[in-house]
């Protein structure tokens, strides 16, 4: 039998199938390799947890110029680590994630690591995607997560080539904040769906392992957003993911920290900002031994991949109760 590795870069070269909007019910079971989850903390908890003072300390960094023609719907997600001390900074963690079409137009496509905790084996807290983050500015809104959708041999397994989510969120907010001391006040703002706001990439799988595409996210828990582009190629087994399945393409971003769940996304076209998303960042790998990141991979997208985003993509989140 082939290794997972050598049939990535034997087999898997066939022509890709888009996905637009997604027939079939709402609500409609899940496959049982579905890992389905909604978030325990309550969506305004969330959003008002991430007080401008928060936000500040959690992303941290100098503000750098972003890169020209940047697609809205890329941003910041932001959440505390599970079953800890949410107010102590040392479980603060940000990643980067898009919103994706959906038939409900209320989906964000990013890494599974950054919606579940594999050594605490939970889905994180007060989670929330900001897209178009920029130096504390929310221009679309925040949006906290309803529905956390992983594949199960990521949450039970642990294996990094299903390192990819899918979560329905919540109508967004806007939060108008007033200071009073130390403590903060928001009054808050509905502000409508995400993709009504901020549009969605499209969704392909099974495409070559070749593609010219495009990397976004926030590095380093950054301020700003920022870009790599390039080809793709198969990456070498990692042990210590146990990743067999990687595509990176050259790329200095770090994975852990800010730029995990970034969109791989090819066909990038900058009038319109949007494209089709082939992968989301996953690991950060020093290929030449010199001490610094220089590629960055994502898991292969296949019909795996495409189960959990159709499951996702029916959900519909309702109202912030």
Same mark, same amino acid.
């Given at each position: 039998?082939?290794?997972?590795?050598?049939?990535?870069?034997?087999?898997?070269?066939?022509?890709?199938?888009?996905?637009?909007?997604?027939?079939?019910?709402?609500?409609?079971?899940?496959?049982?390799?579905?890992?389905?989850?909604?978030?325990?903390?309550?969506?305004?908890?969330?959003?008002?947890?991430?007080?401008?003072?928060?936000?500040?300390?959690?992303?941290?960094?100098?503000?750098?110029?972003?890169?020209?023609?940047?697609?809205?719907?890329?941003?910041?997600?932001?959440?505390?680590?599970?079953?800890?001390?949410?107010?102590?900074?040392?479980?603060?963690?940000?990643?980067?994630?898009?919103?994706?079409?959906?038939?409900?137009?209320?989906?964000?496509?990013?890494?599974?690591?950054?919606?579940?905790?594999?050594?605490?084996?939970?889905?994180?807290?007060?989670?929330?995607?900001?897209?178009?983050?920029?130096?504390?500015?929310?221009?679309?809104?925040?949006?906290?997560?309803?529905?956390?959708?992983?594949?199960?041999?990521?949450?039970?397994?642990?294996?990094?080539?299903?390192?990819?989510?899918?979560?329905?969120?919540?109508?967004?907010?806007?939060?108008?904040?007033?200071?009073?001391?130390?403590?903060?006040?928001?009054?808050?703002?509905?502000?409508?769906?995400?993709?009504?706001?901020?549009? &969605?990439? +499209?969704?392909?799988?099974?495409? $070559?392992?070749?593609? =010219?595409? #495009?990397?976004? !996210? @926030?590095?380093? *828990?950054?301020?700003?957003?920022?870009?790599?582009?390039?080809?793709?190629?198969?990456?070498?087994?990692?042990?210590?993911?146990?990743?067999?399945?990687?595509?990176?393409?050259?790329?200095?971003?770090?994975?852990?920290? &800010?730029? +995990?769940?970034?969109?791989?996304? $090819?066909?990038?076209? =900058?009038? #319109?900002?949007? !494209? @089709?998303?082939? *992968?989301?960042?996953?690991?950060?790998?020093?290929?030449?031994?010199?001490?610094?990141?220089?590629?960055?991979?994502?898991?292969?997208?296949?019909?795996?991949?495409?189960?959990?985003?159709?499951?996702?993509?029916?959900?519909?989140? +309702?109202?912030?109760?």
């Amino acid at each position: 039998m082939k290794s997972r590795a050598r049939r990535l870069t034997t087999t898997l070269t066939a022509v890709g199938l888009t996905a637009g909007s997604i027939s079939g019910a709402a609500g409609a079971t899940a496959p049982s390799d579905v890992v389905a989850r909604n978030a325990t903390t309550p969506a305004e908890q969330a959003i008002l947890f991430w007080t401008p003072d928060r936000v500040r300390l959690a992303t941290g960094g100098a503000k750098q110029s972003k890169p020209v023609n940047a697609p809205r719907t890329v941003g910041l997600v932001l959440f505390t680590l599970p079953r800890t001390d949410p107010r102590d900074p040392r479980n603060w963690r940000s990643c980067s994630a898009t919103s994706v079409r959906s038939e409900h137009r209320d989906l964000v496509a990013t890494s599974a690591h950054c919606v579940y905790d594999t050594r605490r084996n939970a889905f994180h807290d007060n989670w929330v995607f900001i897209p178009s983050y920029e130096d504390g500015k929310a221009p679309y809104g925040i949006y906290a997560a309803k529905t956390f959708n992983t594949h199960a041999d990521f949450a039970v397994n642990e294996d990094y080539d299903y390192d990819y989510a899918f979560v329905n969120v919540h109508n967004g907010i806007k939060v108008s904040w007033t200071k009073a001391g130390r403590s903060w006040q928001g009054q808050l703002r509905n502000a409508g769906r995400l993709g009504d706001n901020v549009g &969605g990439q +499209g969704f392909t799988w099974n495409r $070559s392992t070749k593609l =010219s595409v #495009s990397s976004f !996210g @926030y590095p380093a *828990g950054g301020r700003t957003m920022k870009r790599c582009s390039g080809k793709l190629r198969p990456m070498p087994e990692a042990r210590k993911y146990n990743a067999q399945e990687h595509v990176g393409l050259p790329c200095a971003f770090t994975a852990g920290a &800010g730029a +995990g769940g970034g969109p791989f996304l $090819s066909g990038y076209k =900058s009038a #319109s900002r949007t !494209g @089709y998303l082939v *992968g989301v960042g996953s690991v950060a790998w020093d290929t030449d031994g010199d001490g610094r990141y220089d590629h960055l991979s994502s898991p292969y997208f296949n019909g795996e991949t495409y189960k959990i985003y159709k499951a996702a993509a029916n959900r519909w989140t +309702g109202d912030i109760p």
